[in-house]
């Protein structure tokens, strides 16, 4: 769990980790440099499965390396938002369909949850979450509840430091592996709020340039010359 300047959403959401129906896990929290009450909030958590770190700020995906390079042998891995909400049986179930079938990762449905009009939304209005590897390269829809195996993590390498962090990650392991499943499952809640990176940048002027820098990146890697189709925007 990487986290920067989270106060208002951080205890909700570790909460949400020590919630789970599933025991046997173990939380790594990076904090990416907070100035804000951060490290009072992270000295609430006394749980020995959870491991605080603090670093110098550099950003979510600098900080998704510090928090990966404190991997042990866990067989499976994922990282959360600190201003997300996982389900009680998010783990249990993932872990579950992992163990129990031939696939390197598993993604299940998302629930939009805008917080200054309390709506609520599935992912899949605006992006089809059912998996299928090409369209990967087309835009984002793996929402934001995964556990993949840790070799598939591994073989992939670190994160970049850029925005979009998390569909460069995905679609470098797509390309190691097609053996992707979503679960139609609503197991965890994507908080949205003015401070999330998605929502400044989706104020931006071109809200999808990062997007498109990712697919260009995966089209090199793959060979492909065509460029790629965007999402449409989520407000439109």
Sequence with gaps: MPTYNQEKYLKES??????????????????????DSTSEILKI????????????NGGTGMALNFGFSKAKDEEYQTWWSSDSLMKPEFLEKLSYFLDHNDFDLVYCATEQWEESTDRRWPLSEQADQTWEKGKLLKYCFLGIGWLWKKWLKDKAGEYQTEICEDYDMHLRMSELSDKFY?????LVTNRIHPETLTSKNSASDDPDCYSRIVQSKARKRRGHLKIANVHPRWDE
């Design 14 to 35: 570790v909460e949400s980790v020590l919630n789970q129906t599933f025991k046997d896990w173990r939380l790594v929290i990076a904090d990416d440099g907070s100035t």
């Design 45 to 56: 958590f006394t749980d020995p499965r959870i491991e605080i770190y603090t670093k110098k």
């Design 182 to 186: 979503f679960l139609n499952e609503f």
